[in-house]
């Protein structure tokens, strides 16, 4: 039985190893905050962190993320005031919220790799994640606000 | 009447599929939190169907609305807490699951629950506006009476009751664990509302009640949904719409560990599985022989696109009036000088985020069920899924779940999908999520219909328009999306026609109608309804006319909003904010003005076209009256949300469809913009004061001919068939 390291815990899980880990996440461990939005990698809502990197939960197998980190959004931070989470609100960016979870996932890697990215850095870095209700302006004013206060 | 509070935290449940084998990561099950049984944790009291009050002093207030985005959890509140004069921190929002049409249903859509066409601002603020007003007063009347001063005396200030003589007051919470509330008081009138200046919550920015969940992905959607004992059911479906399975060879799908069952349905065959992975893997492994009898088999969207121009030419095809004025026709013959064009718009998808998907457990006695959607209309799944188990919609237990973006996808989809579900649980015995992949989606998309617009002007010596005929050619959406609507409507389509009566230009003899096309697929409303072509169609053609009459374009539509002070307001505030006509070096502007139903809004595009006369969009501005603006943050958020919609469908959103098969699958063949796609976005509210309208479908009409304007005036090039994300010369 394959055993993942998920926000911090040691977890089992019966499902196939061939099982991408998006259903192993959302279905399996109950890990809804992490979206199913196109399963191919055109979308980014699936987004999470493999050891720190930004990666498309429904392109990875279940027996690839054995012996990972990974982290969801459910665990980006503690008390879901990550410095990314708290700009969020200020720029009051979601709409719908379906894509955000994915988008809040890449922003923060983008940050870790380069806490003070130019508009074309965030621009760059933001390119795999739609958004459909058309927040993007609030995203990248979001990254902006949470690389300035940290 | 049931309801639910959307963004309470979750109860960690432990699902019984034996799949989980921890705790520790809580999540999962559903979210869904019975206003009940908190009401009476909470010594909660009901001021009135909208309203209840707790004694810790939290205000609950219901909202009808589906929120999908657009904000309506937060606004509708937002208009009762202003009456309740409610502590805006201890408000909490409620969703109406269900109830009474008579109390909830929304004054502008037939009284029923249905979220669409911007229109729950419009319908709900008056009565939003009473329900607070009414609140407040049995709140005053209660505490009046305990106190044992005169009404009159008592007034309120934000949460609290106050008798300002004696000094006294009471919180909400204190007055509603009085031994006894008044709640017979004398009805709200016109003059019992607060007038505009006394406004402190309408018209403020609040956070979204939303928000905060949100950015923690704490929100549950649908396809989030966990039961105990849940099974996951994945379709083949048709691949032409109106097949249905004839031969279903499963063996190789049911030898898949964990396959539950493969259940041939009308339009599709399930395989239902204890996991979504073996259902989808089951999949794969069917073989399904379809008939092949569809009249939808000899579809084909470019041979369309040609009928529809031709019908658009032909004077001799039957044409259903939308709107008159005077007498075009005779107008038209007897002109000098007139000028036509032709436009059209090919089919688009909605490409909301979160794919189609239904959850149900229906009741042992296979007369009632549980259900989970997120759908923009509760009267109607709710109906229908009364119809489906042949029972009473009292037997319907309903949780009408936020939706990841609906813009018109989510009206109707109830009559395949939510059916479907109830089918294969009942049948199983066991709760069921059925869901769509995003390729099912695409694949089975009611799509915004293509349409071909043919417009006539007459030009007078001073270059006024004395007559003008918009001729639309389209299949009718409001036909296949509600047969019942259709059969009194006497041929009048809104959700095709609406905009293209103009009403806003000075036009003496104007004709729109409506060349009534068959429907080659499945079409629905999209973001911007009918305003979206028909606006693209008519704002392009002005600009032409602008031409022929040697009028610059700001001037040219001056003189025909001449008796429109609301649009003149905001083409002169849009072209002032753009310093229209000023793009810098490589660029041009290109003008629009084209609101939404009484929403007026204007909008400039700066355009470049590169060497391979691929299109870009680098500023946008717009100015938008939405009478008042409710929460003018949240109506900003949705304008560039609009605009961003309009200018991703008119740039590269094109849906084309060959031997009934929809020929695109995913958002590697169908790609709204991305971020490095859109450009800067400014906007501008300039409001009139008038009644309170819509905001969610704004920003599309503008964007089309804006850009098509702003093309034209860099290139020289007329862009009269949408998409035009690359130049067509
Ligand atoms: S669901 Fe993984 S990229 Fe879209
Ligand atoms: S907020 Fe709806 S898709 Fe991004």
Known sequence: MPTLTVNGNAVDTNADPQTPLLWVLREHLGLTGTKFGCGVGSCGACTIHLDGEA?????????????HKITTIEGLSPNGDHPLQRAWIAEQTPQCGYCQSGQIMRAAALLAANPKPSREDIIDGMAPNLCRCGTYPRIARAIERAAQEG | MTYHKPNLSRRAFLATSGALSVAVLGGGLVSVFRDAAEAQDLGRSEINAWVSIARNGRVAIRYTSGEMGQG?????????????????????????????????GNPLINNILYTAGSLSIAGYFDRMRRAGATARRVLVHSAAASWRVPVGEVTTEPGFVVHGRSRRRMSFGEVVALPQLVTDVPAITDADLKPREQWRLIGSDVGRLDVPEKARGA??????VRLPGMVYAAQLLAPVEGETPTVTTDTDARAVPGVVDIIPLRNAVAVVAETWEAALAARELLKVEWSNTSPFRSTDSAAELKELAAAAADPAREAFPWETRGDARAALRSSARVISADYSTEYVYHAQMEPLAAVAAVDADGKGAEVWLGTQSQTVSIGIAAAVLQTTPDRIRFHAMQMGGGFGRRTFFARDLLRDA????????RPVKLMWTREDDVKNGWFRPATAHRLEAALDSNG?????RHRVVSASILAFAMPDNWAKANNRDFLVMEGAESADYAIPNLIAEHVIADRRTRVAAWRGIGWGPNMFARECFIDELAAAANADPV????????????GLRVLDAVVAISKFGTAPQGRAHGLSFAGYKETRAAGVAEVSVDGEGRVRVHRFWAAVDPGVAVHPNNLLAQVEGGIIFGLSGLLQER???????????????????????????EVQIVESGAAPTGAGEIGVPMTGAAVANAIFALTGRRQRQMPFGQVRS
């Open chain 2, 72 to 104: 309506v959890s937060t606004s509708l509140p937002l208009v009762l807490a202003e009456e309740l004069d409610a502590d805006w921190s201890m408000v909490d929002a409620l969703q109406v699951d269900q109830g009474p049409p008579a109390t909830f």
């Open chain 2, 422 to 429: 109830l089918l294969i649980s009942k049948q199983l015995k």
């Open chain 1, 55 to 67: 990666t498309f939960a429904c392109q990875v197998p279940l027996e690839a993320a054995v012996g």
């Open chain 2, 655 to 681: 849906i084309t469809i060959a031997g009934g098969e929809v020929q695109q699958s995913n958002f590697y063949d169908y790609e709204p913009l991305r971020i490095g796609d859109i450009p800067q976005i």
């Open chain 2, 555 to 566: 001037a040219f539509r001056r003189r025909l909003l001449r008796n429109n002070e609301r």
């Open chain 2, 464 to 468: 006024d328009v004395t007559a003008w």
């Open chain 2, 219 to 224: 929100i549950t959607y649908s396809i989030d």
